[in-house]
C-alpha cells in the first residue's frame, strides 16, 4: 500500500539532526541513524541495533526507508549480471554489473524510462514515468557492490550513468547521489572512477562545469553532422551540435576534464569518409578521445551495425589524426544487458 510517511533518507544529515532536538533527544543520534540510512546500508528501522527501542518505534511512526528490491538477476555467459531492481512504487529499472579481469564496473539507471527519443535505443520505446531519487541510485551501486564481492571477490571499482534514462535531465538527484556515492559518510568512492553519459543538455554541461565536480563526462555523439544526427537523435533539433560544441569547451575550460565521445557506425547512416572527418573536426574543439561501441540491436533492423571495414576506416582516420579511440565488444548481449538494450523485457 501506497505510504504518505515520508521516506527519511530525503532528509540531508543537518535535517535528521534536527529532527531529534526537535524531539527532544540529541542531535547526535541523527548522525548514528544517518549512518545506518547510507554507510550501512539499513533497510528497515529495527536493524539499528545501538538505536533505542522506543526511537526505532518513533521513526518507524514518522519516516520509511524506502529501499529499492533486486526482484531478478540474470547472469550472461560472459560474466555480465542484470539487475531487474523493483522500486518502492512498483516501477522498475535494471542495472547492470561489467567485469574485467581486473575491474568491476557498475551500469546504473537515473530515470524510469527516458526523456530522450533516439531511434535506436530500447528505453527510449518507454515513456519517461519518473526520476529516480538519490537513494534509488545509490541503492543500485550498493546492490552492485555487493554482487561484486560476492561473484568477484573484489569491490565495486568504478560506476557508468549508462542505465535507462538521462542523467542530465534529472541533475539535482544524480549529483546528490554522487556527493553520498563519493562522501566518506556514504561509500568514500573517488569520483575518478564515476562518469556521467548524456546524450548532451549544453546548459546542464555547464552547469556541471560551474560546480566543478570531478567525475568524468561521456558525450553520446553518434554523428557530428547536425542533419545525420537529429535524424537519430530527433532532440539535437533543439540542442544542435554548435551549442553541445560550446558547452564542451566551457567545460574543459572550466574541469581541464578529457571528454569521452560515444560513437556507433551504422551502415547507411555514418559509415562514410565525410562523416568520419566531421568526427574529427568535432574532436578539435575540445580534449577528447573515442570510444567506438558496438550495435545493440533492439528491434526490426531499422539500425544495423556497419560492416568492419567501415569500424577500421573510422579507426585509422582517427589515430591518424593524433586522437585516440578505443574498439568496444558490447558485454551481456544475451540477457539484453547491452547499451540500449534496457527496456524491462525480462
Ligand atoms: N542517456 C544517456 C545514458 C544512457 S545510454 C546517454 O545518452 O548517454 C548509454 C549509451 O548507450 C549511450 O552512448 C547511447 O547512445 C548508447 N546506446 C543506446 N542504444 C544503443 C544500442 N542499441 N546499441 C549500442 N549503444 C546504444
Not at 551504422?266 to 561501441?293: H, M, Y
Not at 560492416?307 to 585509422?316: E, K, N
Request: charge should be neutral; aromatic fraction near 8%; include cysteine.
Amino acid at each position: 500500500m501506497e505510504t504518505k510517511k515520508k521516506d527519511i533518507r530525503a532528509l540531508t544529515k543537518e535535517q535528521l539532526r534536527n529532527f531529534f532536538v526537535e524531539c527532544g533527544d540529541k542531535a547526535f543520534r541523527g548522525n548514528q541513524v544517518y549512518e545506518w540510512l547510507w554507510q550501512k546500508s539499513a533497510h528497515t528501522f529495527d536493524a539499528m541495533t545501538n538505536v533505542s527501542k522506543e526511537t526505532r518505534q518513533m521513526l518507524e511512526e514518522h519516516f520509511v526507508i524506502n529501499h529499492i528490491r533486486v526482484d531478478q538477476m540474470q547472469r550472461s555467459s560472459d560474466g555480465t549480471i542484470k539487475n531487474a531492481v523493483r522500486l518502492h512504487d512498483g516501477l522498475v529499472v535494471e542495472s547492470v554489473l561489467i567485469p574485467t579481469e581486473t575491474r568491476t564496473t557498475a551500469c546504473v539507471s537515473s530515470q524510469v524510462g527516458c526523456s530522450l527519443d533516439c531511434r535506436f535505443c530500447a528505453t527510449a520505446r518507454m515513456k519517461r514515468m519518473r526520476n529516480l531519487n538519490p537513494d534509488e541510485i545509490y541503492d543500485q551501486v550498493v546492490a552492485i557492490d555487493n554482487e561484486s564481492r560476492l561473484y568477484f571477490d573484489r569491490p565495486l571499482s568504478n560506476i557508468v550513468f549508462m542505465g535507462m534514462g538521462e542523467p542530465l535531465m534529472n541533475y539535482n538527484n544524480v549529483l546528490k547521489a554522487i556527493d553520498m556515492i563519493t562522501s566518506p559518510e556514504g561509500l568514500g568512492m573517488s569520483p575518478k572512477r564515476i562518469t556521467v553519459s548524456t546524450s548532451g543538455v549544453p546548459k546542464m554541461i555547464k552547469k556541471m562545469a560551474d560546480e566543478e565536480v570531478k567525475f568524468g563526462l561521456a558525450v553520446s555523439l553518434h554523428s557530428a553532422i547536425d542533419e545525420v544526427r537529429t535524424s537519430i537523435m530527433p532532440f539535437n533539433a533543439t540542442f544542435s551540435l554548435a551549442d553541445l560544441r560550446e558547452a564542451l569547451e566551457y567545460w574543459y575550460g572550466k574541469t581541464k576534464s578529457r571528454i569521452t565521445y560515444e560513437y556507433v557506425v551504422w551502415e547507411g547512416i555514418n559509415d562514410t569518409q565525410e562523416a568520419v572527418d566531421a568526427l574529427v573536426k568535432f574532436c578539435r574543439f575540445a580534449p577528447s578521445k573515442v570510444n567506438l561501441i558496438e550495435y545493440n540491436p533492439i528491434d526490426d533492423g531499422e539500425f544495423q551495425q556497419a560492416s568492419s571495414a567501415a569500424v577500421d576506416m573510422y579507426q585509422r582516420t582517427l589515430e591518424k589524426n593524433g586522437i585516440t579511440v578505443t574498439v568496444r565488444r558490447s558485454r551481456g548481449k544475451d540477457i539484453d544487458a547491452a547499451c540500449g538494450q534496457l527496456a524491462n523485457k525480462a
